[in-house]
């Protein structure tokens, strides 16, 4: 080989490298972040102790967080796409450290309010570009490159319950305060990555200006998409109405039921995310091999089976049925964001914070109707009912095929 192939062999490696640690690094930051988020639900608990909360109020706090969050994303976005902030992460997650902070010194329930709002603004701000930065980092592969990104909110989700149980249970909700040393940490690093966007920015609008010269970033028309878009919405429905069953209430059922204590339910809630986070790192792969289509019909639809057995097995049975529909639902999220970033190229900002903020929007939205059906209906109700859910995956099979691994950022 000559001395200048091997040189170019060269640059392409540390290319890769560079994006992959890039990566790890957003990852790692996503992994924070949805660590701290989580520990919202995780202190539910111990919150309607102190509180004295109905099931109803439990719900409105989880509708407060994820509203804040969802009704900015798609904005947050859509500015971004126009005017890119590379520095703009570490903003966000400063609102989500003063969020934190408020909630562990919040003297009442308004208070609480107001802090989660906060987290979810921090929320809003961060997913969006974070998903930017990781489609910038791909280099061809998108599909892999959200799972890794999503996929440290996964585990940070799952990492939640457990760090709950071992810290802010035993020492009181004041410990809260400590974590903010975690959205520290994570600004820190995102203002180094903010610095690496910013440089990478110029050779981005390059090439949106190749692909808008040769006229393949072109839209699609409004008739191309709304109906591909209203059955994600479905099925985003269908995805996080469910898991919003388990994220807020997973624990009273179980307690209810089985009379398990929380730090049990918090472990088991920990399996189940467990599940979710390896279900999001395979979802993006698979779909990049056998396409986005496949792998969001199979994992929703095929989930059907396990959430309709849930409410009907003991103890033991349990924690596997929840294991396997967590990994199975977790891994439609990354194929439908970048199915849908494939829909409408050259919208990576507005299409991310469209589909993180309808995540967060239906989870809250279902947090707070299933709250108020548990206080009318019974835990055990809701369960049954919500075991419907999947099938609402029947209607993935009318999604149209679109072209894979476009490279319009």
């Excluded at 701000?125 to 996929?151: C, D, K, N």
């Excluded at 309709?308 to 964001?337: E, Q, R």
Aim: glycine content about 12%; charged content about 10%.
């Amino acid at each position: 080989m000559s001395r200048q192939g091997k040189k170019d062999d060269s640059a392409v490696a540390n290319k890769e490298r560079i994006g992959l640690r890039v990566l790890v690094v957003i990852s790692f930051c996503h992994f924070l972040n949805d660590m701290l988020q989580s520990l919202i639900p995780a202190i539910y608990p111990q919150l309607k102790e102190n509180f004295d909360l109905s099931f109803t109020q439990i719900g409105l706090i989880t509708l407060t967080y994820q509203l804040s969050a969802s009704l900015l994303q798609p904005m947050v976005g859509l500015y971004t796409d126009l005017r890119p902030k590379p520095y703009s992460l570490t903003f966000g997650m400063g609102c989500s450290l003063l969020g934190l902070i408020l909630l562990a010194t919040a003297p009442g329930y308004g208070l609480l309010l107001v802090a989660v709002g906060l987290v979810g603004t921090g929320s809003a701000i961060f997913h969006p570009e974070s998903s930017r930065v990781a489609r910038m980092a791909a280099a061809g592969q998108y599909g892999l490159a959200q799972s890794i990104f999503q996929v440290g909110g996964n585990a940070g989700t799952a990492m939640g319950p457990l760090l709950a149980a071992l810290i802010i249970i035993p020492h009181g909700r004041h410990s809260l305060a400590w974590f903010s040393l975690c959205a520290l940490l994570a600004m820190l690093i995102l203002f180094r990555v903010g610095g690496w966007y910013r440089k990478k920015r110029p050779a981005v609008e390059h090439i949106r200006r190749q692909w808008s010269a040769t006229g393949m970033d072109t839209h699609p028309g409004a008739g191309t998409v709304v109906w591909p878009l209203l059955i994600l919405l479905v099925l985003i429905f269908s995805k996080f109405f469910y898991l919003a069953s388990l994220n807020s209430y997973y624990i009273f059922y179980l307690m209810h039921t089985f009379q398990v204590s929380v730090q049990s339910g918090q472990i088991r809630l920990f399996v189940f995310l467990f599940g979710a986070a390896l279900g999001t790192l395979l979802g993006g792969p698979v779909g990049d091999r056998i396409g986005r289509r496949r792998v969001i019909w199979w994992s929703i639809l095929g989930v059907a089976p396990f959430t309709l057995m849930l409410p009907h097995v003991s103890l033991f049975w349990t924690g596997p049925l929840t294991f396997f529909i967590g990994l199975m639902l977790a891994s439609a999220f990354p194929a439908i964001v970048v199915y849908a970033q494939e829909l409408i190229p050259g919208r990576v900002g507005t299409v991310s914070g469209l589909f993180f903020g309808l995540a967060f929007g239906m989870a809250g939205i279902g947090a707070a109707l299933l709250g108020r059906l548990a206080d009318l209906q019974g835990i055990v109700y809701v369960y049954h009912l919500c075991s419907f859910l999947p099938l609402l995956g029947l209607s993935a099979i009318l999604l149209p095929d679109v072209g894979r691994n476009r490279d319009t950022r």
